[in-house]
């Protein structure tokens, strides 16, 4: 029809026909159309049963006579009516087509003869339906020049010019009728060419008030006189598809789904209706769901989490997302998907094509913010109005780096330290603070004043990231009350990126305050050494300790000596001047040295207790005489002894110490000397 419409400039059609096949949106309702082409089809050889075709025949002839045969180009006829859905956006036809005008919607005209009009090889004038929807049916083996802007398909066999309709009519009659004969031996074996269906197009998603229309099946046989019986089965027939038997329309009773099932392959018969004989054997077709966009874009996977350092630099690459469109890719822009940022922005931005989210603004900051909530719209028809669309959150948060130098919360700490402290245990903590995470916080203390760093250590927790101050030297309340450390804490992987932001460092001042601890006595020497004639009376005095308080409130100290075994004392202290004395006479010679422990306790706390030990040496006195060995013991001489041989040596012990020991050998002079013997002293 369309190319009928197309070319009627150059025809010499009634205008009443012209101005039916131009309308793009109106069946041809006039009444004299169908009875004009009866009239030129019973011309042509054709026998209706009606009367009133035959009464119109002269008229119809005549007036179709009219028509120059030279300037009618050839159109291209098809057995099959189908509906337009609706017109390809931008004048866009399917693929195949070669024009670019669009059918009107559920046009159809009914055996316009021409004179350049070719017969089929049945022998009789077919109906022709011109298939008028988004694409029609095509019968493989017909042929035409041109073809208009939708594929149709053609009932038309072979193709014979016509100069003269009344000329030619009982020459086309006896020709049709020779080949009508030799065309019925071979029905039983093949389907004609005519009855061969490729396929139909049918819009989904229809929800008119009646059915919806999908086309025509027509058989040559089909003389109109509801003898012939059309017959569809396949998938969907007679529950979905529904077929006038008459008149061969098949409609779809249901709403379709493309996306559920894109098509239907369904088999056409048509049989006598009075005999059940097969007219036309059984020819496969398909019934295509055109698509329409009633699939919006989704994110199946959705929502989706992404990370992104801070601080990076704008169009850093963040995440790709990926909608997917159920329609039919392959058909118009039903699936062409364009994204967008719904929220998100000023520091976030999407390509349209990609769905890559990328960092539209620099120096983001963790700290200050660290998650965002983007919010990415697909809509299809590439964006258009009216385009479907769906959306999806990408949560996204930024990953630290270190940028964030550590920071005392304060320029000067106290801390209090009792003088009494042990060395190498803690004796306080310190923490720097990082806002940075993991790694990028840690960091590292030190003391930089070297005096402070000679009595104390710090040393990191790594894990609380905490500085731990010990002692090296005990404190000592009544010499040095307080001390000051410097501390440094600095980071112990610093980033050379960031460096332009500063020294990854921080310093602070630690007071560290002495406590004064009620502390024991202390005397005035580590341990005494003392000593005392022996013999000497009891309570002769050996010596004196001493021992004060050194706190500040210099509490009185008594004295004690130490006697756990409760053995016999020799000595004895006084209990508030320290003196020493001895209990009893003392023999050197039985006990040189005496070892004694002094206690000092305060009279305020008697529990803070102090010892020392003393020592004290028993002196000689030359209190023993010497003892001869051997004494008066006979001496055997021989008589042949010579003068001043040594018959004799005599030995002598003093128990005395050092001078008191020493003795000397002589005769006494009560005794009378002998002359015969001599004595030496050798000392």
Same mark, same amino acid.
């Given at each position: 029809?369309?190319?009928?419409?197309?070319?009627?400039?150059?025809?010499?059609?009634?205008?009443?026909?012209?101005?039916?096949?131009?309308?793009?949106?109106?069946?041809?309702?006039?009444?004299?159309?169908?009875?004009?082409?009866?009239?030129?089809?019973?011309?042509?050889?054709?026998?209706?049963?009606?009367?009133?075709?035959?009464?119109?025949?002269?008229?119809?002839?005549?007036?179709?006579?009219?028509?120059?045969?030279?300037?009618?180009?050839?159109?291209?006829?098809?057995?099959?009516?189908?509906?337009?859905?609706?017109?390809?956006?931008?004048?866009?036809?399917?693929?195949?087509?070669?024009?670019?005008?669009?059918?009107?919607?559920?046009?159809?005209?009914?055996?316009?003869?021409?004179?350049?009009?070719?017969?089929?090889?049945?022998?009789?004038?077919?109906?022709?339906?011109?298939?008028?929807?988004?694409?029609?049916?095509?019968?493989?083996?017909?042929?035409?020049?041109?073809?208009?802007?939708?594929?149709?398909?053609?009932?038309?066999?072979?193709?014979?010019?016509?100069?003269?309709?009344?000329?030619?009519?009982?020459?086309?009659?006896?020709?049709?009728?020779?080949?009508?004969?030799?065309?019925?031996?071979?029905?039983?074996?093949?389907?004609?060419?005519?009855?061969?269906?490729?396929?139909?197009?049918?819009?989904?998603?229809?929800?008119?008030?009646?059915?919806?229309?999908?086309?025509?099946?027509?058989?040559?046989?089909?003389?109109?006189?509801? @003898?012939? $019986?059309?017959?569809? &089965?396949?998938?969907?027939?007679?529950?979905? +598809?529904?077929? #006038?038997?008459?008149? =061969?329309? !098949?409609?779809?009773?249901?709403?379709?789904?493309?996306?559920?099932?894109?098509?239907?392959?369904?088999?056409?018969?048509?049989?006598?209706?009075?005999?059940?004989?097969?007219?036309?054997?059984?020819?496969?077709?398909?019934?295509?769901?055109?698509?329409?966009?009633?699939?919006?874009?989704?994110?199946?996977?959705?929502?989706?989490?992404?990370?992104?350092?801070?601080?990076?630099?704008?169009?850093?690459?963040?995440?790709?997302?990926?909608?997917?469109?159920?329609?039919?890719?392959?058909?118009?822009? @039903?699936? $062409?998907?364009?994204? &967008?940022?719904?929220?998100?922005?000023?520091? +976030?931005?999407? #390509?349209?094509?990609? =769905?890559? !989210?990328?960092?539209?603004?620099?120096?983001?900051?963790?700290?200050?913010?660290?998650?965002?909530?983007?919010?990415?719209?697909?809509?299809?028809?590439?964006?258009?109005?009216?385009?479907?669309?769906?959306?999806?959150?990408?949560?996204?948060?930024?990953?630290?780096?270190?940028?964030?130098?550590?920071?005392?919360?304060?320029?000067?700490?106290?801390?209090?330290?009792?003088?009494?402290?042990?060395?190498?245990?803690?004796?306080?903590?310190?923490?720097?603070?990082?806002?940075?995470?993991?790694?990028?916080?840690?960091?590292?203390?030190?003391?930089?004043?070297?005096?402070?760093?000679?009595?104390?250590?710090?040393?990191?927790?790594?894990?609380?990231?905490?500085?731990?101050?010990?002692?090296?030297?005990?404190?000592?309340?009544?010499?040095?009350?307080?001390?000051?450390?410097?501390?440094?804490?600095?980071?112990?992987?610093?980033?050379?990126?960031?460096?332009?932001?500063?020294?990854?460092?921080?310093?602070?001042?630690?007071?560290?305050?002495?406590?004064?601890?009620?502390?024991?006595?202390?005397?005035?020497?580590?341990?005494?050494?003392?000593?005392?004639?022996?013999?000497?009376?009891?309570?002769?005095?050996?010596?004196?300790?001493?021992?004060?308080?050194?706190?500040?409130?210099?509490?009185?100290?008594?004295?004690?000596?130490?006697?756990?075994?409760?053995?016999?004392?020799?000595?004895?202290?006084?209990?508030?001047?320290?003196?020493?004395?001895?209990?009893?006479?003392?023999?050197?010679?039985?006990?040189?040295?005496?070892?004694?422990?002094?206690?000092?306790?305060?009279?305020?706390?008697?529990?803070?207790?102090?010892?020392?030990?003393?020592?004290?040496?028993?002196?000689?006195?030359?209190?023993?005489?010497?003892?001869?060995?051997?004494?008066?013991?006979?001496?055997?001489?021989?008589?042949?002894?010579?003068?001043?041989?040594?018959?004799?040596?005599?030995?002598?012990?003093?128990?005395?110490?050092?001078?008191?020991?020493?003795?000397?050998?002589?005769?006494?002079?009560?005794?009378?000397?002998?002359?015969?013997?001599?004595?030496?002293?050798?000392?």
């Amino acid at each position: 029809m369309s190319y009928l419409a197309d070319h009627k400039s150059k025809t010499n059609f009634p205008s009443t026909v012209l101005q039916a096949i131009s309308s793009s949106n109106t069946r041809l309702k006039l009444q004299h159309v169908p009875k004009l082409i009866s009239n030129v089809r019973q011309g042509l050889g054709y026998k209706p049963n009606s009367n009133q075709v035959a009464r119109n025949t002269s008229n119809s002839l005549n007036r179709f006579s009219k028509l120059n045969p030279k300037t009618n180009p050839k159109p291209r006829f098809g057995s099959l009516s189908e509906p337009q859905p609706r017109a390809f956006p931008n004048s866009e036809a399917l693929p195949g087509t070669k024009t670019n005008f669009e059918l009107a919607p559920n046009t159809k005209l009914s055996s316009l003869s021409s004179p350049n009009q070719r017969s089929n090889s049945s022998g009789t004038r077919n109906p022709t339906y011109y298939n008028v929807g988004l694409a029609s049916l095509s019968n493989p083996k017909s042929h035409s020049k041109l073809r208009p802007s939708s594929q149709t398909i053609t009932n038309a066999k072979s193709h014979s010019q016509i100069s003269n309709p009344s000329f030619r009519t009982s020459f086309r009659t006896q020709r049709n009728q020779t080949k009508l004969l030799d065309t019925d031996k071979d029905s039983h074996h093949r389907p004609k060419r005519g009855w061969i269906w490729n396929q139909f197009f049918i819009l989904e998603e229809h929800i008119g008030p009646e059915p919806q229309y999908v086309g025509k099946l027509h058989s040559n046989s089909d003389k109109g006189d509801g @003898s012939v $019986k059309y017959i569809l &089965s396949g998938e969907g027939a007679g529950s979905i +598809f529904i077929i #006038d038997e008459t008149s =061969g329309d !098949i409609h779809a009773a249901k709403s379709l789904d493309r996306e559920s099932k894109s098509q239907y392959v369904l088999h056409a018969r048509a049989i006598d209706r009075w005999t059940n004989r097969s007219l036309e054997a059984e020819s496969e077709f398909i019934i295509k769901v055109q698509d329409v966009n009633d699939n919006a874009p989704t994110f199946p996977d959705g929502p989706f989490s992404a990370t992104v350092p801070e601080m990076s630099d704008v169009g850093t690459s963040v995440f790709q997302v990926t909608a997917s469109d159920a329609d039919d890719p392959t058909y118009g822009n @039903s699936a $062409k998907i364009v994204y &967008s940022i719904l929220e998100g922005q000023p520091y +976030f931005s999407v #390509d349209p094509k990609t =769905g890559v !989210i990328r960092t539209a603004m620099s120096n983001m900051d963790r700290e200050t913010r660290d998650h965002y909530a983007v919010v990415i719209q697909a809509k299809d028809m590439a964006g258009s109005v009216g385009g479907l669309s769906g959306s999806t959150t990408v949560n996204i948060t930024l990953t630290d780096v270190n940028d964030n130098p550590p920071k005392f919360s304060q320029k000067s700490y106290q801390l209090y330290v009792p003088e009494l402290a042990p060395v190498g245990k803690a004796v306080g903590r310190i923490r720097a603070n990082d806002e940075d995470e993991g790694q990028n916080a840690e960091m590292t203390y030190s003391i930089t004043n070297p005096d402070a760093a000679a009595i104390f250590t710090i040393t990191t927790d790594t894990d609380r990231r905490e500085g731990i101050i010990s002692l090296k030297q005990p404190l000592n309340y009544e010499k040095r009350k307080v001390h000051t450390l410097n501390i440094e804490g600095s980071n112990t992987y610093p980033d050379s990126h960031f460096s332009h932001l500063g020294p990854f460092k921080d310093t602070t001042s630690l007071r560290v305050i002495v406590g004064d601890v009620d502390e024991p006595p202390v005397f005035s020497m580590d341990y005494y050494i003392m000593d005392v004639y022996e013999n000497s009376p009891a309570g002769t005095q050996v010596g004196t300790v001493t021992a004060v308080d050194p706190d500040s409130t210099n509490s009185a100290v008594r004295y004690f000596i130490e006697n756990e075994e409760e053995r016999p004392l020799y000595f004895n202290i006084g209990v508030n001047n320290g003196i020493i004395r001895t209990t009893q006479v003392l023999d050197r010679e039985e006990t040189a040295w005496h070892n004694i422990t002094v206690m000092a306790a305060e009279v305020d706390n008697p529990r803070m207790v102090s010892h020392v030990p003393v020592t004290i040496q028993v002196l000689d006195v030359n209190d023993n005489i010497p003892a001869i060995s051997g004494g008066n013991n006979a001496i055997i001489v021989c008589e042949s002894t010579k003068h001043g041989q040594v018959i004799q040596t005599i030995r002598a012990a003093d128990l005395d110490n050092f001078a008191n020991g020493k003795f000397s050998f002589y005769m006494p002079p009560e005794h009378p000397a002998n002359p015969n013997f001599t004595l030496k002293d050798n000392g």
